[in-house]
């Protein structure tokens, strides 16, 4: 499994972005799909999800209102559009599969068992 991201770069406080991540390989259909996220010196931040039981899309509450998780399965592709953009956002940012047994716990960290090797978010 190789999940590869893009999409990351530098942004204004205010603005928008969005990152792609491009999943191959086999993918276990129950497998949830989320974005993570570390900024320096702090642990990786479940961001938002995707979860596989039911399709609902959960967030950090940091970000509900700004960010919204979707994918296309035909391409094997999850995206995460970035609106509102804040300094506190910026982060490397993480896409990650891996499967969740309840939707509550659809962004905790250790869950996910690939990960990509991260995209930076820079907001200034």
């Known amino acids: 499994v190789q999940l590869v991201e893009s999409g990351g770069g530098s942004v204004q406080a205010g603005g928008s972005a969005r990152l792609t991540c491009v999943g191959s390989?086999?993918?276990?259909?129950?497998?949830?799909r989320g974005w993570l996220r570390q900024a320096p010196g702090k642990e990786h931040e479940g961001v938002a999800a995707i979860y596989t039981g039911d399709g609902s899309t959960h967030y950090a509450d940091s970000v509900k209102g700004r960010f919204a998780v979707s994918q296309d399965n035909a391409k094997n592709t999850v995206y995460l559009q970035m609106n509102g953009l804040k300094p506190e956002d910026t982060a490397m940012y993480y896409c990650a599969a891996g499967f969740t047994p309840t939707k509550t716990s659809v962004l905790a960290a250790e869950n996910f068992l690939y990960w990509g090797q991260g995209t930076q978010v820079t907001v200034s």
């Open positions: 390989g086999y993918i276990n259909r129950r497998y949830s």
